[in-house]
């Protein structure tokens, strides 16, 4: 058996050295993806470090009182429609269409559609907007009916979900420009937007909050502000590169059609994962009381980590597809699938693994004070241990998913996310029995691994056979350095009495063993995935890219 095993090792390393990163994805073309995927990662990491402060500065303001249940009520609702239809569904269905009309159609034909939508979004996005500030006491009596229980609750709640209801407009044409600039992969710009938004929001708190008799509503107006910062930072960028916002309407114009075609079935397929999460709160309200608020905690952990490359990369890739699939280039196709595939296994394999064993330490650094105390940090923690064992398998549907939206498929991913959700709530109600709020965090974890394997052997049918075993190999490798990085950092940090230090022994002592888990996994990736940490060296590497442009 273990003669086996190591063939099957010294197999993979075999296939590792063979590959030619040059030949298996044109190194120009994976340069620049990962150039893209850093472009979005720097100011991604930006905004999830100032979102976590903005939460701080809300919490202190708003504790955990009725304010503070009012406001976070009021603002799931806008937030959820922003994350299903205009950064979702919309981005998915907008950015393969017009990456194709700009291969095939005259500039003036492009810009003609992109102010066509850009209208057409602005109008039905108004009338949402009115009917959600005229039907919010409806709304809200439905989505918080506890609340009616409490004096003055539902009142607070309705008006500040009048005052937030305008941010879906705002924030809908914000991603619409972001959507176009991404189609000319430009993505700095657009994915600093939310660094911009957390600052309105926290500047706001900082000036008018303390001297408000409720603060709840500073933080509503800057949420709004916020949005429409979002959405005026970008204009300028889009106007250099030819918008002119010229007020056009027109829901029969072709293209249009064709976006609201893909958009339809694409709300439900891209929002499976956020669906899911607000039914995990639904069905953890039943259970013992902060059950909601560690999934809640722990997600943010969760999200934090995967904003950093996943979600970067995955945005990045949709106008990489979009232009390969515009010119029928399947085999470009593959060999960026593969590769992006690599790349993210690369960094959420040993992502996986810290949050496994460090997740206790990592919450109860990040939330242990005030109200938040050793059983709020053991209920958190036990969401985050569960929830880490999905991380590779959520990024590796944020890779997949921009291949089947590229190729205008957008009914495949929304059939497979209906039988997810299917997956997940049946899990749901068996494991939350004997493991409570840690059972909701696996069932989402088990159900992200049928979403990917499921969505993987479906666009293989679509596209031809991918590298599985190259892809495979390389996920081996990563995570055979992931384990012994997981111990080294497991031995070094049972070798302190760290809940009994102070705060700041805790943080260097915390910080210390992170940085002794990255320096484990490098060295031991030198040896075994050198071919993955070649690609990322290459993309930073100046001479190299000035010696390949000298060459040309």
């Known amino acids: 058996m273990i003669k086996y095993l190591s063939g099957i090792v010294n197999s ?7 590959i030619d990163w ?26 999830r470090i100032l979102g976590y402060l ?58 003609r559609f992109a102010n066509i939508f850009f209208f057409d979004l602005t109008l039905v996005m108004a009338v949402l907007v009115v009917l959600g500030i005229v039907f919010s006491p409806l709304l809200v009596k439905v989505i918080a009916f506890g609340f009616q229980d409490v004096q003055g609750k539902i009142k607070l709640t309705i008006l ?25 992969h430009k993505f700095f710009v657009p994915a600093l937007t939310p660094v911009l938004f957390n600052i309105s929001v926290i500047t706001a708190a900082a000036l008018f909050a303390a001297r408000s008799r409720e603060p709840a509503l500073v933080f509503a107006v800057g949420v709004v502000v916020g949005g429409a910062v979002q959405l005026g930072f970008q204009i300028p960028f889009l106007w250099k590169k030819g918008m002119r916002f010229k007020p056009l309407l027109s829901f029969r114009h072709p293209a249009v059609r064709k976006v609201v075609k893909l958009m339809i079935p694409g709300i439900f397929g891209a929002g499976i994962h956020q669906i899911n999460f607000a039914l995990s709160r639904m069905i953890a309200s039943t259970l013992e009381g902060g059950s909601v608020s560690s999934l809640y905690y722990s997600s943010r952990v969760q999200e934090f980590t995967l904003g950093l490359f996943s979600i ?31 790349a993210i296994y690369f960094i959420t394999i040993p992502a996986m693994v810290g949050l496994f064993v460090l997740s206790r330490p990592i919450i109860h650094i990040l939330y242990q004070r005030g109200r938040f105390d050793a059983e709020s940090t053991a209920m958190t923690a036990s969401c985050l241990l569960f929830f880490s064992l999905s991380l590779p398998f959520i990024s590796g549907v944020k890779i997949i998913a921009p291949a089947f939206y590229s190729l205008k498929d957008t009914k495949t991913p929304a059939v497979v996310a209906f039988f997810v959700m299917i997956i997940y709530i049946s899990l749901s109600v068996v494991l939350m029995g004997p493991l409570k709020v ?11 691994v049928f979403n990917f394997i499921a969505l993987f052997v479906l666009l293989e049918k679509k596209i031809g056979q991918v590298e599985k075993k190259k892809i495979l190999a390389s996920a081996l490798k990563s995570g055979l350095a992931a384990l012994v990085m997981g111990f080294s ?38 040896f075994l995935n050198k071919g993955e940490l070649k690609a990322f060296r290459l993309m930073l590497s100046k001479k190299k890219i000035k010696k390949i442009k000298d060459s040309k």
């Open 22 to 47: 040059d030949k298996q994805m044109d190194q120009q073309s994976s340069r620049r993806l990962l150039r893209s995927t850093f472009a979005v990662s720097i100011p991604t990491l930006l905004s």
């Open 438 to 448: 840690g059972g909701i965090a696996l069932a989402l974890s088990i159900a992200s």
């Open 12 to 18: 993979f390393i075999g296939d590792l050295k063979q």
């Open 489 to 526: 950092v497991w031995w070094f940090f049972r070798s302190f009495s760290f809940y009994d230090m102070n705060f700041l022994n805790k943080l260097i002592v915390f910080a210390g063993t992170i940085f002794l888990g990255i320096a484990v996994y490098l060295i031991l990736s030198l």
């Open 312 to 342: 970067a990369l995955s945005i990045a890739l949709l106008p990489t597809f979009s232009d390969l699939a515009a010119s029928k280039d399947y085999a470009g196709v593959k060999k960026t699938l593969s590769f992006s595939l690599r």
């Open 160 to 184: 500040l979900t009048r005052i937030m209801f305008p941010y879906i407009l705002l924030v809908s044409l914000a991603a619409l420009a972001m959507a176009i600039l991404n189609s000319f």
């Open 54 to 111: 903005r939460d701080m500065i809300q919490a202190f303001f708003l504790g955990t009182g009725a304010s503070a249940d009012a406001f976070t009520i009021a603002y799931i609702i806008p937030n959820l429609l922003r994350r299903l239809t205009a950064e979702g569904a919309m981005t998915s269905a907008f950015i393969p269409v017009f990456t194709n009309l700009k291969k095939e159609e005259n500039r003036e034909k492009l810009w």
